[in-house]
């Protein structure tokens, strides 16, 4: 995998882990505004997860990598995301486009990290769905994963 540089967010935590995936599989999107988006067709998505917190946990990590990336990779890796039930309903909040599908991945890993005694925090979900076009997915501020 190349060396990514993304987007940066502020935060005051002490430490900030990033991992990095590849996610290959299809989607379409089931509206016919979409254009040739909503036949079925696949990417190998380029995701990077952001995690930050303070305190490390009994084994000196914040989170272990492969535990992100088991969440991630190992739920969508070589799959049809329309038949995940997240992605499976037309309104668009369940539309597997790159917005929804970085969304979801955020509230993923930040549903298992709010199960972790050291409380680190999910603090943004890139994913690129071509070599031109990514997306950035952050809670907003005061929201309650924000």
Do not use: W
Request: aromatic fraction near 10%; charge should be negative.
């Amino acid at each position: 995998m190349l060396t990514q540089v993304y987007p940066q967010t502020n935060h005051l935590y002490a430490f900030e882990l990033n991992k990095d995936m590849q996610v290959s599989a299809a989607h379409f999107i089931p509206r016919e505004d979409a254009g040739a988006c909503s036949r079925i067709h696949g990417h190998t998505y380029t995701i990077n997860i952001t995690i930050a917190g303070d305190q490390l946990n009994e084994s000196g990590f914040l989170v272990n990598f492969s535990t992100i990336k088991k969440l991630v990779h190992g739920e969508y890796d070589h799959t049809l995301l329309n038949d995940h039930s997240e992605f499976s309903g037309e309104s668009r909040e369940q539309i597997p486009s790159t917005e929804v599908v970085a969304k979801t991945i955020y509230e993923k890993v930040d549903a298992y990290l709010k199960g972790l005694e050291n409380r680190p925090h999910c603090v943004q979900v890139f994913v690129r769905e071509t070599p031109t076009s990514y997306v950035v997915y952050r809670p907003k501020q005061g929201e309650p994963n924000g």
